[in-house]
């Protein structure tokens, strides 16, 4: 089945840790293919969080790290901060629709 | 630093083609370390994939929409385009068009600030 599940919702108190997971299939993740993550402020466009599984681009800062497992794959957020409101997607490669997939995306909110 | 800038279509008629155009600056969209690719998200919803195409003009659609879709490179403009034909009103999105890694590992860095398209009569 193509589709990548997020929960569509998750919060937390500032300098709490939360993490979003994205549960995919034998046709994706569990293939083992990479996952990705981006993060969209509001008004924005996405933005490049975590690429390959685990890996952070230049300027992201280090509380956001990511991992995959089996057929699903995590993100996590430690020392939430305020301007880490936004939306999260997972993203990867489906061998049955023969390409992208990005997941439902995940609405962060700071209490 | 590379950017990507969408044209600005706005708006587009039910059963018409919506046509936009990807500029490519800071950099050359000929290459072999990535594809050229367009997202698109509607009001209030997700990310979709619609497809991407390497500088050759090999191209990749997503099935949902490869009837409709026609994703074209112009490496002498340095810039790729997007034609979706007989749009109805579940085209209405912001368009994005973004760099994707070419290879093992597919990501989209970076992203266009993306177009607002609306299908109405």
């Known amino acids: 089945q193509s589709v990548l599940t997020q929960p569509p919702s998750v919060s937390g108190a500032p300098g709490q840790r939360v993490t979003i997971s994205c549960i995919g299939s034998?046709?994706?993740?569990?293939?083992?293919?990479?996952v990705h993550w981006y993060q969209q402020l509001p008004g924005t466009a996405p933005k490049l969080l975590i690429y390959?599984?685990?890996n952070r681009p230049s300027g992201v800062p280090d509380r956001f790290s990511g991992s995959r497992s089996g057929t699903s794959a995590s993100l996590a957020i430690t020392g939430l901060q305020a301007e880490d409101e936004a939306d999260y997607y997972c993203?990867?490669?489906?061998?049955?629709?023969?390409?992208?997939?990005f997941g439902g995306g995940t609405k962060v909110t700071v209490l | 630093q590379l950017q990507l800038q969408e044209s600005v279509p706005g708006l587009v008629k039910p059963s018409e083609t919506l046509s936009l155009t990807c500029n490519v600056s800071?950099?050359?969209?000929?290459?072999?370390?990535?594809?050229w690719a367009w997202v698109r998200q509607p009001p209030g919803k997700g990310l979709e994939w619609i497809g991407n195409?390497?500088?050759?003009?090999?191209?990749y659609y997503n099935p949902s929409l490869e009837s409709r879709v026609t994703i074209s490179v112009d490496t002498s403009k340095n810039h790729f385009s997007l034609r979706l034909t007989s749009v109805t009103a579940a085209d209405t999105a912001v368009y994005y068009c973004?760099?994707?890694?070419?290879?093992?590992?597919?990501?989209?860095?970076?992203w266009g600030r993306g177009t607002p398209v609306t299908v109405s009569s």
């Open positions: 973004a760099r994707l890694s070419h290879g093992d590992s597919n990501w989209f860095d970076p």
């Open positions: 800071g950099g050359s969209i000929s290459g072999s370390r990535y594809y």
């Open positions: 195409i390497f500088y050759s003009g090999t191209s």
């Open positions: 034998t046709s994706n993740i569990g293939t083992g293919y990479d």
């Open positions: 390959g599984n685990t």
């Open positions: 993203q990867s490669y489906d061998t049955a629709l023969s390409g992208v997939l």
